[in-house]
């Protein structure tokens, strides 16, 4: 048996923590919309077409820099098709079993990688591997397919947490919690001052809610027992995750009631407007906020629930997969090879928001107190989760979108709710 078993998710187990140094950060979920190209795949002799969620402004430009450099260096040429993210992700299975797929695509690793390899759909790039020496084997392992192959080339990683602007939380003489004592506390001082303490944007991204469900349940009964659920081997309805909901019922009250209506960047704005005190997010956000915000912000931790539940930390892990179908191999894992490289991810650094860990070891982060926390905090986790759908599969997302909304709607109805998810569950993991 492999490193990467998808049944239970053993990849997670062995996310070591001196590979995780190594890790980097990344905003592969995007959002405003464009297109540069067409997205048909590349003939043996034509240019590489490159399919990209990355919509957000600074990591567009990051991309379209990126590929400009690799088409100047002589040893290929590549174009880039930008899809807004919601769009991209609901589309990609159609991309990757179209009769002329585009040829490499910004995706996830894991699970989610493994499942479209498992159904023949992706390049296996093991000759790209051979070049990437430096490359930690935590990276190595969730770029495995179940068979033994190489599937994937991972840019970046990130972490999730609250984030807030500090001139605001000096403005309203507050701190950071470390329990969720203090975080409620901290809820409850935040809205006796007028502001909204806790901004989230489900409009069009309802996936932001899985976050909250996640680390609750990562705080309250472990990873191990997380990684079962979304394998399958758990049940939703059962009382461990019935005390998750009871647990995220408490702070309820203290969401922002508009963000319910708009997407998650517009909860972005609200969190740099001063209209809502934080926001539990990606670093990705900060691909849709204005650079000369970005040394106002900070973040805290998901606040320990049990202290005697080992840490865990949501760590996505992002980068690249090809089409197994591409009509010009060498030239997609040439462009591959360069994606790897340190020069390349450090233009995406320098581009981007620049809160990011790039995932070569020789690439070199933005030197910022904001970047050296984050690594931090990732550094010093007893364990690693990915994201909802990246632990379990892109199918049983929707399943936890229409749960989370529901619940926050309606948290009178966790029962009927947790029965009806994991009906839903059943259904996607019976196929």
Known sequence: MSDFDPGRRRFLGHLGLAGLGALGAGSLLGCASSASTSSGGGGSNGPVTVQSNLSSPQAKVAMEKIIETFNKQGKGSATLNTVAAETYRTQLPTYLTSANPPDLYTWYAGSVANDYASKGLLLDVSDVWQGLTDYPEALRTISTDASGKKVFV??????????????????????????????????????????????????????????????????????????????????????????????????????????????????????????TGMFLIGTFFADAAPKDALGDLDFFRFPIIDPAVPVAEEGPTDGFFASARTGNPTGTKALLSYLASAPAQEEYITHSSGIVLP??????????????????????????????????????QPTADTALTKFIDKPDQIDAILREWQAGAEKVFKG
Not at 223 to 232: D, Q, T, W
Not at 244 to 267: I, M, S
Not at 372 to 396: H, I, P, V
């Open 154 to 275: 991972p840019m970046t990683n990130y972490w999730w947490g609250f984030f807030y602007r500090k001139s605001n939380f000096a403005k309203w003489g507050v701190q950071e919690p470390k329990t969720w004592t203090e975080f409620v506390a901290l809820c409850q001082t935040l809205q006796g001052k007028g502001v909204p303490p806790i901004g989230i944007g489900l409009g069009d991204t309802p996936w932001v809610a899985s976050a909250w469900f996640d680390y609750l349940n990562i705080r309250i009964n472990g990873a191990p027992f997380h990684r079962e659920l979304l394998a399958g081997k758990q049940r939703f309805d059962d009382p461990k995750v019935k005390a998750v909901f009871t647990r995220w019922r408490e702070v309820l009250p203290y969401f922002d009631p508009k963000g319910k209506a708009y997407p998650f960047q517009e909860a972005t704005a609200a969190l740099l407007a001063g209209k």
């Open 359 to 396: 995932a070569n070891p020789k690439a070199k982060a933005a030197d910022s107190p904001l970047v050296a926390k984050g690594k931090a905090m990732l550094d010093s986790a007893q364990e690693l989760t990915q994201f909802f759908n990246r632990d379990s599969s892109d199918a049983l």
